[in-house]
């Protein structure tokens, strides 16, 4: 098991170099559009977890497929993959994750401000 107890920073640090490792054994070349066919991939995967878990379908589906087990752990591991890609593409546009995030926050945290709130 990996170190719970990464920053952020670390955390991508990581992922990148995963992401590196795999390009090196990888079919093709990902790119963005790879990468961003990924994300959407996991992104209905995800979807698929919450509406068996909101009991959107019927009830023993589950039961029946058990690609359709909609666990926590389950959901965890898609919002990770999620994460793995959303950095993958990031690092595609040399982009500074941490950064961005941080300064997407702050817009935000002033935009409330402003409200009031």
């Known amino acids: 098991m ?29 790119g963005a559009e790879g990468a961003l066919i990924e994300l959407t991939k996991q992104v209905g995967e995800l979807s698929k977890l919450i509406m068996v878990h909101e009991n959107y379908y019927f009830s023993d589906r589950d039961k ?30 040399n982009i500074d994750f941490e950064k961005a995030h941080l300064e997407a926050r702050e817009k935000e945290d002033d935009f409330l401000k402003s409200k009031g709130v």
């Open 64 to 93: 029946l497929d058990k690609q359709y087990e909609a666990a926590a752990q389950k959901i965890a591991d898609e919002l990770a993959d999620i994460f793995y890609a959303v950095i993958r593409i990031a690092k595609h546009y």
């Open 2 to 30: 990996m170190n719970s107890g990464l920053s952020f920073k670390d955390a991508i640090t990581l992922a990148e170099s995963i992401i590196t490792r795999f390009e090196k054994i990888e079919g093709k070349p990902w």
